[in-house]
């Protein structure tokens, strides 16, 4: 008996991405139901992405378990937005927080505000309150969506429609060719509600006090962290092993 889901057809990663690749978004988002109900997650931050993909597994929106990372220091805007959502589609979302006993040990050592000390203590800080809640979401799931673009960074420059999270689970990105000009054309044409302070110069949107508002000329992470003098705008969420390998997790 093969050890995956039904007609899902498994493989080294290059192969998978390259028979898919040229399959709309919507019917990417189809056939990860149809192999992983009821084993899928979506990690909404609400941003202009994720509204996509919230708006495309609307039809299958009791199959999968949408979870927000809740990390206490979100924008007031980002949960206005969230109940917006909830309320519209009638959708239910499951919240993570950080683990009291790795938060309140660290803020009453450094302090609430120690992500701007250094690049140690903010990556400290985004794994107690992103990076910990993330993998108690997604233990016992088998794949997850995501909603990062190759244009979002350089960073970001290479990634694939399907890769593996660090425990070797699978991540379908499929907006991973879209532009950002085709994300918000989505969101008008559905008119679709979004966050406020994405019409104030924000495009990409965290935690409050670790974003700011981006200028014209910078690519559309600039605004996150933008105190540390480093390319890679990561929060520890999306570093992946390299996608030449074969999946096949023992859990399908």
Known sequence: ?????????????????????????????????????????????FGPEDLVLLHLLLPFKDKVEIFVLDTGRLPPETYDLI??????????????????????????????????????RRKQCCQIRKVGPLKRALAGKKAWLTGLRRE???????????????????????????????????????????????????????????TRAIEPHEDERAGRWWWENQSQKECGLHSNPKSEVQYAPTSL
């Open 152 to 210: 979002q960074s350089t960073a970001r420059a290479e990634i694939d429609l399907f890769s593996l999270d660090e425990e070797g689970r699978l991540k379908i990105s499929p907006l991973t060719p879209w532009t950002r000009a085709e994300v918000w054309a989505y969101i008008k044409t559905h008119n679709l509600p979004y966050n406020p302070l994405h019409d104030k110069g924000f495009a990409s949107i965290g935690c409050a006090p670790c």
């Open 83 to 120: 109940e917006r959502w909830r309320i519209r589609y009638d959708l239910s979302f499951r919240f993570y927080a950080p683990d009291p006993a790795a938060l309140e040990p660290f803020v009453t050592t450094y302090g609430p505000n120690a992500f701007y000390e250094s690049s140690e």
């Open 1 to 45: 008996m093969s050890p995956f889901p039904e007609g899902f057809q498994a493989g080294p990663l290059p192969e998978l991405n390259e028979r898919y690749r040229t399959l709309p978004s919507i019917d990417i988002v189809q056939l990860a139901v149809q192999w992983f109900d009821p084993h899928l997650a979506l990690a909404s931050s």
